[in-house]
């Protein structure tokens, strides 16, 4: 069993659309993340959760919108897709906040047209 | 705020031969120090960890990395590389705070190639 899941892999939408990407661990974890792979591969934070609720949310447009349904879920929602909005990303978890492992899903590739 | 260079952007080596793989990281206090594979196309893997006690930590892949505080190093090297190794490398610093999910910082990455 995959340890985090995230669906869909791959993601090809026009430009305007809304999209979303699911993700789920299935270790039990307390905290999980989102984060984003640009063209570059430079990797930064995007938002966490711990236990349902928001921690981090860094500079990301508000079409970005993390909903948490319960501790081992984190779905990203993007309004109003734009062509920079392409990228990698990556859903993770973490058994808590105080210094654990991250553990990585692998990916989802999004390409706005 | 804590912060990961990875000085080296791009490093080819042959097969069979030494690696090393440079990080230098900022940060006030004692780190978590993570070095994480990215092959073509694929999710990131966790090769091994530093949280605290022996400075030389052992991972997988026959990977290991040395944390040295004085220079604020923590670079990963293997002793024989396979062609299989040709990947992205991401060195990773964590800052994690009571009551809060601080996540990591990454550096910017090293891409490896391998010759025969």
């Known amino acids: 069993d995959t340890a985090v899941s995230q669906t869909p892999k791959y993601l090809v939408t026009q430009m305007g659309n809304d999209k979303s990407i699911k993700c789920e661990q299935n270790?039990?974890?307390?905290?999980m993340y989102w984060y984003k792979q640009d063209s570059k591969k430079f990797l930064k934070i995007m938002f966490s959760?711990?236990?349902?609720?928001?921690?981090i949310n860094e500079t990301v447009p508000n079409r970005f919108s993390p909903k948490s349904p319960d501790k081992a879920h984190l779905n990203l929602h993007i309004n109003s897709l734009e062509l920079g909005d392409s990228a990698v990303y990556f859903c993770?978890?973490?058994?808590?906040?105080?210094?654990?492992?991250?553990?990585f899903g692998e990916g989802s590739w999004l390409t706005v047209v | 705020a804590q912060s990961v260079t990875q000085p080296d952007i791009h490093i080819t080596v042959s097969e069979g031969a030494s690696l090393e793989l440079r990080c230098n990281y900022s940060?006030?206090?004692?780190?978590?120090l993570f070095w994480y594979v990215q092959s073509p196309g694929q999710g990131l893997q966790l090769l091994l960890k530093?949280?605290?006690?022996?400075?030389l930590v052992q991972g997988i892949k026959g990977f290991e990395a040395e944390f040295k505080r004085s220079q604020s190093s923590f670079n990963l090297r293997k002793p024989s590389v396979h062609w299989s190794d040709a990947a992205e490398y991401f060195c990773?610093?964590?800052?994690?705070?009571?009551?809060?999910?601080?996540?990591?910082?990454f550096g910017k990455g090293t891409h490896l190639i391998i010759q025969p």
């Open positions: 993770a978890s973490s058994q808590d906040s105080s210094g654990n492992t991250i553990y």
């Open positions: 270790l039990g974890h307390d905290t």
């Open positions: 959760y711990n236990n349902k609720e928001l921690i």
């Open positions: 940060y006030g206090a004692t780190p978590y």
């Open positions: 530093y949280f605290s006690g022996d400075t």
């Open positions: 990773a610093v964590g800052a994690y705070s009571g009551g809060g999910a601080d996540g990591l910082t």
